[in-house]
């Protein structure tokens, strides 16, 4: 199985955890879908939208989990990349882990993607 990933902020996975559905951040409710990325995606993503940020968690989900409601559509430098038009349930969730920052402010992933 090869996973799919999204970047939350602790508070927003902290109302998922507690209601059993992730509705995604602002800016996914703004374009109407979830971001998601591939494990060969994740670190730019980060890099372009998270930048600096701290306090994220990243949620890896298994894709088959998610049904039709997840699309592949072509994105950033004409990549197909996962959106999902619905929200995440907590059963497609593999694991969640903090994303720190290192001292230069770069996000750390897991040395297993």
């Given at each position: 199985?090869?996973?799919?990933?999204?970047?939350?902020?602790?508070?927003?996975?902290?109302?998922a955890e507690s209601?059993?559905?992730?509705?995604?951040?602002?800016?996914?409710?703004?374009?109407?879908?979830?971001?998601?990325?591939?494990?060969?995606?994740v670190?730019?993503?980060?890099a372009?939208?998270?930048?600096?940020?701290?306090?994220?968690?990243?949620?890896?989900?298994?894709p088959?989990?998610l049904?039709?409601?997840?699309?592949w559509?072509?994105?950033?430098?004409?990549?197909?990349?996962?959106?999902?038009?619905?929200?995440?349930?907590?059963?497609?969730?593999?694991?969640?882990?903090?994303?720190?920052?290192?001292?230069?402010?770069?996000h750390?992933?897991?040395?297993?993607?």
């Amino acid at each position: 199985m090869e996973l799919i990933f999204h970047m939350a902020r602790e508070a927003e996975w902290a109302t998922a955890e507690s209601t059993g559905n992730y509705q995604g951040a602002d800016e996914d409710r703004v374009d109407g879908f979830i971001h998601f990325s591939t494990a060969t995606q994740v670190r730019e993503s980060a890099a372009k939208h998270r930048a600096g940020e701290a306090g994220l968690i990243l949620i890896a989900c298994d894709p088959n989990v998610l049904g039709a409601e997840l699309k592949w559509e072509v994105a950033r430098g004409g990549d197909l990349f996962p959106h999902l038009y619905g929200n995440i349930p907590m059963n497609a969730v593999v694991w969640a882990r903090p994303l720190p920052l290192d001292a230069d402010g770069q996000h750390v992933f897991p040395e297993t993607l």
